[in-house]
Nanobody
Framework: QVQLVESGGGLVQAGGSLRLSCAKAGHTFSYPTMGWFRQAPGKEREFVSSTNWRGGLTDYADSVKGRFTLSRDNVKNIIYLQMNSLKPGDTAVYYC?????????????????WGQGTQVTVSS
């Protein structure tokens, strides 16, 4: 099994930036896809971004393209979500997720394993 531990998040004004981190521990090679979902109050959980560990594949939801950047540190088994130009509509609980292999899930990220979630609040 793999464990996901998130950090980051918090309160920021509109236009500001935050960075989320998600560390993967355990049977890391069995989970080639990692990414992020978010869930705003009263809304369904939605895909934000995903990446694969072995190559340069990264996917983003249209709502965050050009503002969010997902990167990874293959040595530390950590992914980072750099969030710039934040909007009040980005307010949500952000969840790190990982999918079992062998293939990259892309925007079809399922979330076979989940982190505990971290709150991001953007004030207007």
């Amino acid at each position: 099994q793999v464990q996901l531990v998130e950090s980051g998040g918090g309160l920021v004004q509109a236009g500001g930036s935050l960075r989320l981190s998600c560390a993967k521990a355990g049977h890391t090679f069995s989970y080639p896809t990692m990414g992020w979902f978010r869930q705003a109050p009263g809304k369904e959980r939605e895909f934000v971004s995903s990446t694969n560990w072995r190559g340069g594949l990264t996917d983003y939801a249209d709502s965050v393209k050009g503002r969010f950047t997902l990167s990874r540190d293959n040595v530390k088994n950590i992914i980072y979500l750099q969030m710039n130009s934040l909007k009040p509509g980005d307010t949500a609980v952000y969840y790190c997720a990982a999918d079992r292999g062998p293939s990259y899930s892309g925007s079809a990220l399922r979330g076979d394993v989940w982190g505990q979630g971290t709150q991001v609040t953007v004030s207007s």
